[in-house]
């Protein structure tokens, strides 16, 4: 069974890989969108509730980046 700290894990390496792909950050916005529309798929797939959860989590997201824009961090 995978934990969260796997997950953790799997996600830092897949950041350090991208920006060794791409040093410049501005191009890694393919890379997020590819991540949103895998996590769609899943979300679709795995539940037809889970379409509205997952555009919470857009609408979530949203918010997180312009509370990071505001204040420069992102708790």
């Avoid at 996590?39 to 949203?62: C, I, M, R």
């Amino acid at each position: 069974m995978i934990s969260e700290d796997d997950v953790r894990d799997v996600l830092k390496q897949a950041a350090e890989d991208v920006s060794q792909v791409q040093s410049n950050p501005r191009a890694w916005l393919s890379w997020l969108v590819y991540l949103l529309v895998q996590l769609e798929g899943k979300a679709n797939n795995e539940n037809p509730a889970s379409k509205v959860s997952y555009s919470e989590l857009l609408t979530a997201l949203q918010d997180a980046i312009r509370n990071r824009l505001r204040t420069g961090g992102w708790n």
